[in-house]
């Protein structure tokens, strides 16, 4: 447990440094490894499903295997690996787009500085480059485009994965005794699982998480729409 809090507060760093140093890309890293964590924390209950699948009968493996594929006909596990991995390509993105960013006024600086190097030789003005001039000016709104699209790209894949959560996974959960009825078995069966309360605690907390991102999502947007609008 203490190796785990260790890496949990590892994690928050970058999420730290966005409220002290405002850093661009940070903010998602922080969410990311949150969201690594909790899929590690949730992992665990679930990492046992099919040998806590139990009937209240003995019968075929065969017949039990149906019922567990009957209940569980969609993906848990799965779901969550790829929704996380889905979810490093706006953040990818995002990176690289500062990347290049910084990169790019970096250059535009030094062409700048030589240019007006020249001109005041030119002109024979010992005051150093012309203070008139700067960088290259940008739109506002065309900066803050890629973190837009970014954002919404992560906003629109943790809905999905947040409604599939709700709505797919939680109700294959929430019921103590399943009813197991398949031509696999020669008799209808009552079958449950142990832990359940694990298993659910971990899709609900996956669930938190997931909120916890879109609502971040949505405040990014909104500071950056209203910083397309007061530079307008």
């Known amino acids: ?62 017949c039990l295997a149906t019922c567990f594929n009957q ?4 993906p848990f596990s799965g779901l969550w690996s790829f929704t996380f991995v889905a979810s490093l390509v706006p953040v990818v993105l995002l990176k690289t787009r500062n990347v290049w960013t910084t990169q790019y006024l970096r250059g535009s600086d030094i062409e700048m500085v030589n240019s007006d190097a020249g001109q005041d030789i030119k002109d024979g003005s010992a005051d150093g480059p012309s203070a008139g001039r700067t ?21 629109l894949l943790e809905g999905v994965f947040l409604f599939l959560l709700v709505f797919r996974q939680l109700p294959r959960i929430q019921s103590r005794i399943f009813i197991c009825q398949t031509s696999a078995c020669t008799v209808d069966l009552q079958c449950t699982i142990f832990s359940q309360m694990d298993k659910l605690m971990a899709v609900i907390t996956l669930v938190i998480i997931s909120s916890v991102i879109c609502g971040t999502c949505l405040i990014y947007l909104m500071n950056l729409a209203i910083s397309c609008i007061k530079n307008i």
């Not at 909790?38 to 992992?43: G, Q, R, S, V």
């Not at 209940?71 to 969609?74: A, L, M, R, T, V």
Request: some cysteine.
């Open 1 to 62: 447990m203490a190796a785990i809090v260790t890496g949990f507060l590892r994690l928050l760093q970058p999420a730290m440094a966005v409220i002290s140093q405002k850093q661009g890309a940070a903010l998602w890293y922080g969410l990311l490894g949150i969201r690594l964590v909790a899929l590690f924390i949730a992992d665990g209950p679930w990492a046992t499903i099919k040998q806590d699948f139990t009937c209240n009968q003995t019968v075929s493996d065969f």
């Open 135 to 155: 960088r290259r000016n940008v739109p506002v709104a065309f900066r803050l485009l890629p973190n837009i699209i970014c954002c919404l790209m992560l906003l």
């Open 71 to 74: 209940q569980f006909n969609f």
